[in-house]
Antibody
Framework: EVQLLESGGGLVQPGGSLRLSCAAS????????MNWVRQAPGKGLEWVSA????????YYADSVKGRFTISRDNSKKTLYLQMNSLRAEDTAVYYC???????????WGQGTVVTVTS | DIQLTQSPSFLSASVGDRVTITCRAS??????LAWYQQKPGKAPKLLIY???TLQTGVPSRFSGSGSGTEFTLTISSLQPEDFATYYCQQLNSYPLTFGGGTKVEIK
């Protein structure tokens, strides 16, 4: 079964750091770009970051550029998001998603909650 | 950055109704558009990609059309399980962006 499982969310103070992980199974992980998407409470979807299959290409939303770093370990079939200098406005459910046909996001994880509060 | 404007943001409809949601892009994106359905507390689900191609397993009552800057998602006969929030997404260029969403509720 094709599956994505996020972990690493939690409660953190402003200015703190957190690393999210997304474990993939059921598909050839290294062949697909991967993404992080977040959703603040009661709000819409916001694309956060993407990484190519090889890891050689990375892309970020302006709102997180310079603070977040996306990476992947293809040998472990795992995607990461290192989040530094966290702000209250980073509070959200964070989803990892696989790029599929025409780069649309065809597989999503269940999400992990990040809460930034003092 | 490419902005996507969805309309309406809220829609009240009855079972069996035909429903159309519009997504307008601030600049041309060819057919690099996807539609997703999201139910409360759940991850989004891909419905349509490349503007008009139905994702495997999605019922045929869903259809998409358009290219360039104007796109539509149509549900030909609304079913109880279709009450949800729908988002469009452009995949033409980074940063990728989503529309603001359309919540479809029961009349």
């Amino acid at each position: 079964e094709v599956q994505l499982l996020e972990s690493g969310g939690g409660l953190v103070q402003p200015g703190g750091s957190l690393r999210l992980s997304c474990a993939a199974s059921g598909f050839t992980f290294s062949s697909h770009a991967m993404n992080w998407v977040r959703q603040a409470p009661g709000k819409g979807l916001e694309w956060v970051s993407a990484i190519s299959g090889s890891g050689g290409g990375t892309y970020y939303a302006d709102s997180v550029k310079g603070r977040f770093t996306i990476s992947r370990d293809n040998s472990k079939k795992t995607l990461y998001l290192q989040m530094n200098s966290l702000r209250a406005e980073d509070t959200a459910v964070y989803y990892c998603a696989k790029s599929g046909p025409s780069n649309a996001f065809d597989i999503w994880g269940q999400g992990t909650v990040v809460t930034v509060t003092s | 950055d490419i902005q996507l404007t969805q309309s309406p943001s809220f829609l009240s409809a009855s079972v069996g109704d035909r429903v159309t949601i519009t997504c307008r892009a601030s600049q041309g994106i060819s057919s690099y558009l996807a539609w997703y359905q999201q139910k409360p507390g759940k991850a989004p689900k891909l419905l349509i990609y490349a503007a008009s191609t139905l994702q495997t397993g999605v019922p045929s009552r869903f259809s998409g059309s358009g290219s360039g800057t104007e796109f539509t998602l149509t549900i030909s006969s609304l079913q109880p399980e279709d009450f949800a929030t729908y988002y469009c997404q452009q995949l033409n260029s980074y940063p990728l962006t989503f529309g603001g969403g359309t919540k479809v509720e029961i009349k």
